[in-house]
């Protein structure tokens, strides 16, 4: 593990999963529960859509019970909810954006208004956690839901704004295989953006506090062409 600098997110508290049930996450876990130090603990879980979303609060309950958190709610914003039901999700410890397919749960987080919300839940000092689809959703743009192909994210909504939280300045793509396919499409994509990417295997991950950023590795920056790795 390895600790760097951020120039901005000087408040955030965020956590990026890469995915993947491996022992690699509990170290993440940890330091999830760490942030927020002996307070109460609540979390809210976000599913990416209310499909099976019940389901998998449930495991995710079970999950993170073990790292002292105590009081869960469940806030699916591609269904029918109440605003008091939003706000109550919003005064959480802890908000965790699932899994899914990015531009499905990007389009409704969006349209739901939680999106804007949780900008402002972020910029307070709320802590902010994202798996996959939702870490991606954290970041300045969605672009890397479509790479690398085929195993890309399909936008079968049409969404047409791709523009993410924006709460940090980096971008992060998930269950990256290290193939040659993968880093072929990322050397590409780096040549075409300013910005470093964060490359991260399943059971990797980003910790920001405060304005320090943790690696859990194995990560790899791409940037400009160039890749190197870290952890």
Not at 63 to 89: H, P, T
Not at 175 to 189: D, E, I, M, P
Request: aromatic content about 14%.
């Amino acid at each position: 593990m390895k600790k760097h600098n951020l120039r901005r997110a000087q408040k955030m508290r965020l956590v990026l999963y890469a995915g993947g049930h491996t022992t690699g996450n509990k170290r993440i876990h940890l330091a999830l529960s760490k942030i927020l130090g002996r307070k109460a603990r609540s979390f809210t879980y976000v599913p990416s859509s209310h499909e099976n979303g019940e389901y998998y609060f449930r495991r995710i309950r079970r999950r993170y019970a073990q790292y002292g958190f105590k009081k869960f709610r469940y806030f699916a914003v591609d269904s029918d909810f109440l605003m008091r039901e939003m706000r109550e999700a919003l005064k959480s410890d802890v908000i965790y954006l699932a899994g899914g397919n990015t531009f499905y749960f990007l389009k409704h987080l969006r349209e739901s208004g939680f999106l804007e919300r949780l900008a402002r839940f972020a910029a307070r000092g709320g802590v902010v956690a994202g798996l996959s689809a939702g870490a991606i959703i954290m970041t300045p743009t969605i672009d890397l839901a479509g790479y690398p192909p085929p195993d890309a994210d399909i936008n079968e909504v049409k969404l047409k704004n791709w523009r993410g939280l924006g709460l940090v300045d980096f971008e992060f793509l998930p269950h990256f295989s290290n193939s040659r396919q993968a880093n072929t499409a990322l050397f590409r994509y780096s040549r075409k953006t300013s910005r470093l990417i964060f490359a991260a295997p399943d059971g990797s991950g980003i910790v920001v506090n405060r304005g320090e950023l943790q690696i859990f590795g194995p990560l790899y920056i791409f940037y400009r062409g160039k890749k190197v790795r870290l952890g």
